[in-house]
């Protein structure tokens, strides 16, 4: 029982952070039809920011939307820069790839220039331990499962019941079609980077006040949000959401019954098992588009 | 899918021509180390080759496959252990080991191939990227045998009976490096030059019309990614003899991005481009030693520079600078300097 909830808590709260990371991305890949190999120097970016702003003497409840806006504009900028001028080049996946993985060995050694490499640490969301159906779990990481939820219902509902998400989802189903009906396409490219973008620095505010940070730290979220993305399939929101929960849940099982030495190698192994049974993801249909 | 100009369909250029002018820069690079004595920059010029190996082999994958094969430094890894684990642990010779981890690598490419056979773009990038990743984490987790995080060290090094490798300046290794290079290009070019690499184009440029041609597209896509890791191990396992030690370093992305970044930098699909891209930027990456941590920042600014400006890379450049001073020529007659500026073909 006690194990139970142990592996329930930490696959939870893994799971959440999962979603933030691998949903951010789900959602350049559906727009644009492009991988952001930076995602996870964006985390970092946006938590080193975060530690920067408290250094300045500003409250965290400020600092944390001030961060995500700040990174949601350098998300704009990262798109405006080495992602747009491609678009429509006929090798774009790989030269994305390419121009996305030299921006974040550029970012990454940027930080490491400006904030030094000895680790840091954000303040906590939530200071303390509590007790939940006997499971100690400190108040930070059950913030952090609390509010992923709303995070994620608030994106639903943005791409859903608002006439902006709607022409983002029109952009991931048709892109030549949106442009005939006037959107503003490029716009919206960015605008995709950019929520993108404040995600992960959502995810690294996060990370960040759990784990000590350094330049490095997103390889590894990066990594995992690759997985989830695969394993849910990369056309839709809720399906990335599904697996990030369902990888978390995984992880924790595995890391609690096999040592976490194995828990890499047989999450790879899912993996490939599910690729080669099915390609396009657990939870998705072949088509590209936001549903 | 790919700039119809820098593929090298076969029967382009004379293979006479072309195995002339081969000739002709090997010879160029067999004489190197008469004019470069100190062992420093027979070391930059060894390491060169040995980037060369993998770059040129990825090309073979990545840009006439057009299989997106992110794994191809796990390739060059799964080379550097296998002859490290080979020499210490069946105290093979290392000349047969050698042989033996390109062997391995092909294998291993063989079992990276059979997940991606009905997987498209994007898809092959993250298997590829995943089983790069799921090696390096049995490499680590298996630290009885492959020292884990510490590495190997005293790896058996190559030997020449009555000469000695290690006091020659680097003399040895040089030769043995440029060896492998020239045996690589040579297969790679009349690989690429076969009626099995025209498949393996066909197969790219226009997947349906092969097929219906009766290309088989999985045993071509096992063909393509065993035959780009048979060169690729055997670097791995030449670096491994070279450097005499081993680590997980092999696997991590930024050797990837940077060997990456020569194939593209190079051009895709001429083999040449890849392996003059790894001269350039192992040597300029050199050259910049003194600037240490603001090193990989301007590789990276440079990287994205290029791609931006030419996207089909350093041979496009070429191309196109070619051709603007062939029409220069031509238009020195009528006076029209906008005719003359540069400009990509698309």
Same mark, same amino acid.
């Given at each position: 029982?006690?194990?139970?909830a ?5 696959g939870?709260?893994?799971g ?8 951010g991305?789900?959602?350049?890949w559906?727009?644009?039809g492009v991988?952001?190999?930076? +995602? ?7 938590a080193?920011?975060?530690?920067? *702003?408290?250094?300045?003497?500003l ?11 700040l ?7 990262l ?8 678009i ?5 996946? *790989? ?5 996305? !993985?030299?921006?974040a060995?550029?970012?990454?050694n940027?930080a490491?220039?400006?904030?030094g490499?000895? =680790?840091?640490?954000?303040p ?5 331990n509590?007790?939940i159906?006997g ?16 995070? &994620?219902?608030?994106?639903? &509902?943005?791409? +859903?019941?608002?006439? !902006?998400? *709607?022409a &983002?989802r ?17 716009? &919206?490219?960015g ?16 990370l960040g006040?759990?784990r ?6 997103g ?6 949000a ?7 399939g ?16 995984f992880?924790?099982?595995c890391?609690?019954?096999?040592? !976490? ?16 049974i099915?390609p396009?993801?657990?939870? =998705? ?7 | ?7 090298a369909?076969p ?7 072309e ?16 004019v ?7 070391h ?7 980037y ?8 073979l @994958? ?7 094969? /992110? ?33 391995v690598s092909?294998l291993? %490419?063989i079992l990276?191939?059979?997940p991606?056979?009905?997987?498209k ?9 995943g ?5 390096m ?6 630290s ?22 290690? #006091?020659?300046?680097? /003399?040895?290794?040089?030769?043995? %490096? ?9 297969f790679? #070019?009349?690989?690429v030059r ?15 019309? %092969?097929?219906?041609?009766?290309i088989?597209?999985?045993?071509q ?6 035959a780009? $890791?048979?060169?690729?191990g ?6 491994a ?8 370093d092999? /696997? ?15 051009g895709?699909?001429t ?6 891209? @790894?001269?350039?930027?192992?040597? /300029?990456?050199? @050259? ?11 590789? $990276? ?8 400006v ?7 450049a ?10 220069l020529?031509?238009?020195e007659t009528?006076?029209r ?6 400009r990509t073909?698309?």
């Open positions: 029982m006690d194990a139970a142990q592996i329930f808590a930490g939870l709260f893994q959440s952070l999962y979603a933030v990371m691998a949903v991305l789900a959602l350049i559906t727009t644009i991988f952001n190999f930076a +995602h996870g120097v964006l985390m970092m970016l946006g080193y920011v975060a530690w920067q *702003l408290t250094e300045f003497g409250p965290f409840f400020a600092v944390l939307p001030l961060s995500v806006l990174m949601a504009g350098f998300g704009w900028a798109q405006a820069t080495v992602v747009r001028p491609l429509g080049r006929p090798n774009i996946v *790989l030269v994305v790839v390419i121009t996305t !993985l030299a921006a060995s550029l970012v990454e940027g490491l220039q400006i904030w490499p000895r =680790s840091k640490q954000l906590a969301l939530g200071d303390g509590t007790m159906f499971v100690g779990i400190s108040l930070h990481q059950l913030t952090i499962i609390l509010i992923t939820p709303f995070v &994620l219902l608030g994106l639903w &509902l943005f791409l +859903h019941k608002t006439r !902006l998400g *709607l &983002l029109a952009v991931a189903q048709n892109e030549d079609a949106s442009l005939l009906v006037g959107l503003n396409v490029r716009a &919206l490219y605008l995709a980077f950019a929520i993108s973008a404040g995600l992960a620095a959502l995810a690294g505010i996060f006040g759990y000590f940070m350094s330049p490095v730290m390889a590894d979220p990066l990594l995992k690759l997985i989830v993305v695969v394993f849910g990369l056309s839709s929101i809720t399906g990335p959401i599904f697996a990030a929960y369902l990888i978390g849940f992880e924790a099982i890391s609690y019954y096999f040592g !976490l030495y194995w828990t890499p190698a047989l999450l790879f192994a899912v993996l490939i098992v599910t690729l080669m099915r396009q993801g657990m939870f =998705s249909s072949k088509t590209r588009g936001l549903a | 899918m790919f700039n119809r100009e820098n593929t369909s029967g382009r250029v004379r293979w006479q021509d195995a002339a002018l081969m000739l002709l820069g090997f010879a160029v690079l067999v004489v190197l180390p008469f470069v004595s100190d062992s420093y920059s027979r930059i010029l060894i390491m060169a080759f040995i060369a190996i993998v770059a040129s082999n990825w090309d @994958s990545l840009g006439y496959g057009g299989v997106f094969n /992110f794994g191809h430094l796990a390739l060059f890894g799964i080379g550097v252990y296998a002859y490290g684990l080979l020499t210490k642990f069946l105290e093979l010779d290392p000349w047969l080991a050698l042989a033996a981890s390109g062997v092909t291993a %490419a990276v191939t059979l991606i056979l009905r997987l773009g994007i898809y092959i990038i993250l298997v590829t990227f089983f790069a990743q799921l090696v984490q049995l490499v680590l987790s298996q009885d045998i492959t020292g884990g995080t510490q590495g190997m060290v005293r790896i058996e090094s190559l030997y020449i009976p009555g000469h000695n490798l290690i #006091r020659d300046q680097k /003399f040895g290794y040089f030769y043995i %490096a440029l060896g492998i290079l020239a045996l690589s290009t040579i790679l #070019r009349v690989l076969s009626k099995i690499g025209a498949s393996i184009i066909a197969l790219r440029d226009n997947e349906e019309y %092969a097929v219906s041609r009766g088989s597209l999985a045993r896509r096992v063909i393509t990614l065993a780009s $890791a048979f060169f690729t055997v670097a791995g396992a030449f670096y003899a070279y450097q005499r030690n081993a680590s997980v092999v /696997f991590g992305m930024s050797l990837s991005t940077i060997i990456l970044s020569m194939v593209l930098l190079g895709t699909s083999i040449y481009g890849a392996i003059v891209a @790894s001269f350039v930027l192992t040597i /300029f990456s050199e @050259s910049m030693a003194d600037f240490g941590a603001w090193r990989p920042i301007i590789t $990276a600014v440079l990287i994205i520079a290029v791609m931006l030419y996207p089909s890379g350093l041979s496009g070429a191309q196109t600078i070619f051709r603007s001073l062939g029409r020529r031509a238009n009528d006076n300097p906008d005719a003359t500026e540069p073909s698309r």
